[in-house]
């Protein structure tokens, strides 16, 4: 189950980011952008739900410095989740309401939440190495 797990994590990460600095560079909000976000979403839930099935079954254990990592990474990934799906939401509202100045300043938006989802990335993959 590992493997599947870090293959859909890494999936919302590249699916996530192409999302998030396409908007940035283009300066607007496109459904096309709301799609990756999605996309992002979906891969980063169900490796999410596969690293948690691997936790419970006690087959990987970390110590030390890495089960730390893990830790944050689990509280931070939490919040990553829910601020991903608030920020699919708001892109759908934002797109449906169709206000050029919304379109435009989204993209503010999308980096901090781009920002917060890469620490829970970074630290599980560091956790997971140390462990």
Known sequence: MLMPAIILITSALVFYTIGVWAEHLQKV???WHAGLFALGLICDASGTYLMSQIAASGEVQA???GA?????MAVTGAAALLLMVLHL???IIVLLRNRDAEKKS???????VWGI???P????AI???MG
Do not use: D, P, Q
């Not at 730390?68 to 944050?72: A, D, E, R, V």
């Not at 990335?121 to 599980?124: A, D, K, R």
């Open 29 to 31: 909000l496109k459904w």
């Open 63 to 65: 110590v030390g410095v």
């Open 68 to 72: 730390g990592l893990n830790t944050i």
């Open 89 to 91: 939401v708001w892109a």
């Open 106 to 112: 989204f993209h503010k938006f999308s980096l901090i």
């Open 117 to 119: 989802w890469l620490i």
């Open 121 to 124: 990335y970074f630290t599980g």
């Open 127 to 129: 956790g997971a190495n």
